[in-house]
């Protein structure tokens, strides 16, 4: 398995507060990701980094911010959250290979409870 | 932009039966496309790929997909259903860069013992 790891797994927060999620990874790849996963929309991209302080927005980023000031980690934050990002969230990474295509791996997912 | 449709949000074959789960994709050029699958409160796991060098691509647990340009498809099969593969299937379509994937909607698959 690839060397990703997500914390914290578990949150509970209330509305309003701030969140950060934290990805790590141990495996040096160039991209790293943000998703979050929803009932009946699969896998929406938050935010992508393709290098330290280098990130783009995704499908859903409104409400959300990254940071990554270190190869290894890769930071999702809510300024503010709402019920409405009560999800789970999934870290990916991928790099390069020979045929112009990356392989996205996956981090074990932090399940965010907005009250 | 990338898309990806999966049909049938629910499939539920019988043990020993052939799985077929669906996939659809939308892309001016060939893609890159892939199949993860995802057990119960665990995040997504390879299953295979599809990179242009052979149509027919196999991967782990049995599982293998044909890619169909005529029919932009890549369907996944596997002859023989064991109750471990209940879990849910999502395909994806990467974009010309390699480096965003756009998922379907996922198809849970049962197994019926």
């Known amino acids: 398995d690839a060397g990703i790891t997500q914390s914290p797994r578990h949150k509970v927060t209330e509305t309003g507060t701030p969140v950060t999620l934290r990805c790590h990874q141990t495996?040096?790849?160039?991209?790293m990701y943000w998703y979050r996963q929803d009932p009946g929309h699969g896998l929406r991209l938050i935010h992508y980094?393709?290098?330290?302080?280098?990130?783009d927005k995704g499908e859903v980023s409104d409400g959300y911010s990254v940071s990554r000031s270190k190869t290894e980690d890769f930071l999702l934050t809510l300024e503010s959250a709402t019920s409405s990002q009560t999800s789970v969230y999934f870290c990916?990474?991928?790099?390069?290979?020979?045929?112009?295509?990356?392989?996205?791996?996956f981090g074990p997912g932090t399940r965010l409870t907005v009250l | 932009a990338q898309s990806v449709t999966q049909l049938g949000s629910h499939v539920s074959v019988s043990e020993g039966a052939l799985v077929l789960l669906r996939c659809n994709y939308s892309?001016?050029?060939?893609?890159?496309l892939f199949w993860y699958v995802q057990y119960p409160n665990q995040g997504l796991q390879l299953l295979l790929k599809?990179?242009?060098?052979?149509?027919l691509v196999k991967g782990i647990n049995g599982f293998e997909a044909e890619f169909k340009k005529s029919e932009t498809s890549f369907h996944l099969t596997k002859p023989s259903a064991h109750m471990s593969d209940a879990a849910e299937y999502f395909c994806?379509?990467?974009?010309?860069?390699?480096?965003?994937?756009?998922f379907g909607t996922g198809t849970s698959l049962t197994v019926i013992p």
């Open positions: 990916a990474i991928s790099e390069l290979e020979s045929g112009g295509t990356d392989t996205q791996y």
């Open positions: 495996e040096n790849h160039r991209y």
């Open positions: 980094s393709y290098g330290v302080k280098d990130t």
């Open positions: 892309s001016s050029v060939p893609p890159y």
């Open positions: 599809y990179t242009s060098a052979a149509t």
């Open positions: 994806a379509v990467s974009d010309l860069n390699g480096n965003q994937f756009y």
